[in-house]
């Protein structure tokens, strides 16, 4: 829901260390063999032309930009983090931005060139002044810190959404749901509506399989982001969100069983 700042700096260093669970990358030496490239599995799949229905190929001089240059690793935790800093990144001030309609939205204190922002690195200030969120990362949230956004913190607030998404066997799943708390509104309103249309999902998931689930819950949560929002709010930012969906189908779907 997030527009990164135009001229903002993406933070290149902080995209590859933004993982969902904390990760220790191993210096290699010369005599160490380079890892195997990942090569998805080739296959079709039932949500393929959905996901391009609604994914916007973001370009910049010719290259995948934003979400499009999010692309698949074989680490589907490191995914998840590059994936949520992919979708912000930079600091936003945007005043169509749904966020600014909450209280307590703007930190206290300008940053350094003297300007207001209620999002950095896709973390609202809202989020980076709850207080669970800050007692368990361990930080004290300051309109200085959230403006700097040290890389420790950033990933221990993506755990800390990834800590209380555990509602399935299936990591794909929860990963989703993991997402639907990021965005705003939590996952319960996707997963009740799931039941109520088709009954236990972990059932599902062994009957259908992991796929059909994963991709099930991500129009469900379109269609619950679009009545959230129905109106000016949905015609102004809908397609932006629902392009985030479609990347996620796009990023994560290779990671999901198939029957």
Known sequence: AKQATKGQSRKAT??????AAVAVTAVMDSTTPEPEAFTPPVRTYVGDSWEKQY?????KQGKPDYLNAVQTT???RSDFGHFLFGQGGGKSNDLTDSITKQPGCWPPEADKDGEKYHTVDD????LFNNEAIYKAVGYKPTSALFYEMPTWIHNGIVQWHCDRAKVTSSTPVNLLFAYCIWGGGGYLPTLLQFRETYGDIEKFIELKGEYWVFYTLLTIRREVMRQRNAGVNWN??????SSGLAHFHRVFKVYCDVK
Do not use: E, F, H, P
Not at 14 to 19: D, E, G, S, Y
């Open 74 to 76: 074989g680490d589907i």
């Open 236 to 241: 102004t930012n809908g397609r932006g969100w």
């Open 123 to 126: 973390i609202t200030w809202l």
């Open 55 to 59: 994914a916007i190929l973001y370009m």
């Open 14 to 19: 902080a995209i590859k260390t933004a993982v």
